[in-house]
Each structure stands twice: as structure tokens, then as C-alpha cells.
């Protein structure tokens, strides 16, 4: 299967996109990042309410090869988590841009949206990552 990187997201180095909806950013990881994982077998998420920092981990995902920290691209507050996935991570599998999203964070400054990139420049920058 190709990996798929749509347009309307933004993306970071760490293979969190972000979807923006007013003030509303939905937060999930890229397909390219679970091809890399493989098989998952753990998903920790923050919980309704927490505050969450640009840059600073705000969860984990695990799976039978690794554990990977997930990185917030965004400052804001934590108003909805999607629990479905802990119950079963097939949905995060084979759906990360669409049901499988993880939380959804009211931004506190959307100017931070500004320094992620577009599906065209993630893409190239996926491309590097696997020459290396």
C-alpha cells in the first residue's frame, strides 16, 4: 500500500498532522509513522482537560518493534479524546486520517500552525527519512 499524505492536514518532523477546524485542531499520527511501527499493541493519550505544550510529548504509542512519544504540535487545551482506540487500535491502523485521529485540542495561538508543514513538504521530508 502507498503511503497517503493528504492535503488539507499539516504535518511535523515527529509524523503528528494536524487538521484545523476554527479554533479546533485535530491531532492524530501519519500513516507513514505506523508503516514504521508496525504492529501496535499500546496507545496512551492525554485526558479531557490537560493542557498541552507545542513541542513536548503529550502521549505514546507502542508496538511490537518500538515505543514512540507522541510530540503536541500545537499549545492549547485537550476538549476531546478518542477512547475508541484504546479498546481496539486496528481502527488508529486503518484509518489514522480519519477515525483513527487521537485528540482534538482547542488552540491557544494559531500562528504556531505556521511552522508545520504541507502535505507536499512532509512528503519530501518522508522521503529523506527513508534514504537515511
Known sequence: ????????LKYTKTHVWVKLKGRIATIGITQYMLKRLGTLIYLDLPQVGDELLAGITFGEV???????????PVEGTVIK?????????????????????LIKVRIANLKQLNSLMTAEEYKKYTENCAEQ
Request: glycine residues 4%; charged residues 30%; proline residues 5%.
Open 1 to 8: 500500500m502507498r503511503t497517503y499524505y493528504p492535503d488539507k
Open 62 to 72: 507502542e508496538s511490537i518493534n518500538a515505543i514512540s512519544d507522541l510530540t503536541c
Open 81 to 101: 479524546d478518542n477512547k475508541r482506540l484504546l479498546e481496539d487500535l486496528d481502527i488508529l491502523s486503518n484509518d489514522p486520517y480519519g477515525e483513527g485521529w
